[in-house]
């Protein structure tokens, strides 16, 4: 699984993952509970695959930044809450990020950075991450 698959709905909580797309939306499965919800155009959608973190030098994919947070906790999950002080998450963001820009990243953005790897890795998403990205890197391989 990609983050190509993975939305986050303005006004909902937590992740989703596209199912199936309708005449007037489509449908996705939440990644808290399992259920299908339906959802409109009008709705306010964003892929994590296009999402970035602002840096000091350009923008890193939340890929990117999934994949540092991943390598500093060796797979598992974090070892700051998303509920701990805006100190703690700064500090630990600077961590696996050192060079983010304080200035545009705010607190409610890493929470929800936190928030949204924890989910990636209850539910197994992240680890087929990098055998995709390997697959993807062989077959460009044999192409040449």
Do not use: C
């Amino acid at each position: 699984m990609s983050l190509e698959k993975i939305l986050s709905i303005s006004g909902k909580p937590g992740l989703y993952e596209l199912h199936t797309q309708t005449r007037t939306g489509f449908v996705a499965v939440s990644l808290l509970d399992g259920k299908r919800i339906t959802v409109g155009l009008r709705s306010n959608v964003s892929l994590l695959s296009e999402i970035a973190i602002y840096t000091l030098q350009e923008e890193v994919p939340l890929r990117e930044v999934f994949k540092a947070i991943k390598t500093k906790e060796n797979g598992g999950k974090t070892s700051v809450s998303p509920k701990d002080s805006k100190e703690a998450l700064e500090e630990y963001f600077f961590e696996v990020l050192p060079n983010y820009d304080e200035d545009r990243v705010y607190a409610s953005d890493i929470k929800k950075v936190l928030q949204w790897y924890n989910l990636l890795q209850e539910n197994g998403k992240l680890n087929n991450e990098e055998s995709e990205a390997t697959e993807v890197s062989t077959e460009e391989e044999q192409q040449a």
